[in-house]
């Protein structure tokens, strides 16, 4: 009896930081090793085609917030936050950010974790008129004069 050696593949993929990782995969035989790389196989392609335009502005938010991140601590600070705005090219004044600082800065740590800069990004995309549009068309007001 000779002993079969074990199948293996591995998953190259990048982690939330950016980073290059590997999930690596190890089997009993090669029909086992066989079903996980089907399986695994469809599931990147589930995941390829139903990422969105969203998922890629977070993938890109995620990769500077975690470069801006210098200490590692998982929170930024106002001048960091403003640095990083001005790096993703989204022009804001100061001061409008550190009002949104403040009012995001839920915990009052001075700082913002990844979460709370999200609730700033989703704010930031906002698009009030857009909302207020949308609901006029809804409501049927679209077309009255004078509508507000």
């Keep these: 009896m000779t002993a079969q050696s074990p199948q293996s593949f591995s998953v190259i993929y990048e982690n939330h930081n950016g980073d290059e990782t590997s999930l690596d995969i190890m089997c009993d035989n090669p029909a086992q090793c066989d079903l996980w790389f089907g399986e695994v196989t469809a599931l990147v392609k589930f995941h390829n085609v139903s ?18 991140d210098k200490d590692g601590s998982d929170s930024l600070d106002l001048k960091e936050i403003t640095e990083l705005i001005h ?15 403040k009012e995001l800065d839920v915990d009052n740590s001075n700082t913002l974790d990844w979460l709370e800069f999200q609730s700033l990004l989703d704010l930031l ?3 009030e008129d857009v909302i207020h549009t949308w609901a006029a068309l809804l ?6 004069p004078n509508r507000r």
């Design 139 to 144: 409501d049927g007001d679209i077309f009255k």
């Design 125 to 127: 995309n906002r698009r």
């Design 51 to 68: 990422k969105s335009d969203q998922d890629q502005v977070l993938r890109f938010a995620r990769r500077q917030w975690s470069i801006a």
């Design 87 to 101: 790096k993703m090219n989204i022009e804001l004044d100061s001061k409008f950010i550190a009002a949104k600082f």
